[in-house]
Nanobody, 116 residues
């Protein structure tokens, strides 16, 4: 299972970025699917994720600014990030745990840097 994440970059505070993730396995059904991030010196944390039941969960600090979405036909997962803040600076990872797997798989990460 491979995941390719891209779309990161350098943006000023208040700007927007859209991250994309292309899992090699179908996302039509899954046990875990979403975006995580890891800032320097900090633990990796969930940013936005789908639950198998169909709901979405967000890190409190990104609610109202970030939106996770997916396109089953294209097998793509997206993270739209608006009103970015310097504290959003991190490497962002896409995670996918197919419904046939008992482990999750991670993409290579894409760096988001927000300047003040």
């Amino acid at each position: 299972v491979q995941l390719q994440a891209y779309g990161g970059g350098l943006v000023q505070a208040g700007g927007s970025l859209r991250l994309s993730c292309a899992p090699s396995e179908s996302i039509f059904s899954f046990n875990a699917l979403g975006w995580y991030r890891q800032a320097p010196g900090k633990q990796r944390e969930m940013v936005a994720a789908f639950s198998p039941a169909g709901s979405t969960n967000y890190l409190d600090s990104v609610k109202g600014r970030f939106t996770v979405s997916r396109d089953n036909a294209k097998n793509m997962v997206y993270l739209q990030m608006n009103n970015l803040k310097p504290e959003d600076t991190a490497v962002y990872y896409c995670k996918h745990r197919p419904n046939w797997s008992n482990r999750g798989y991670w993409g290579q990460g894409t760096l988001v840097t927000v300047s003040s």
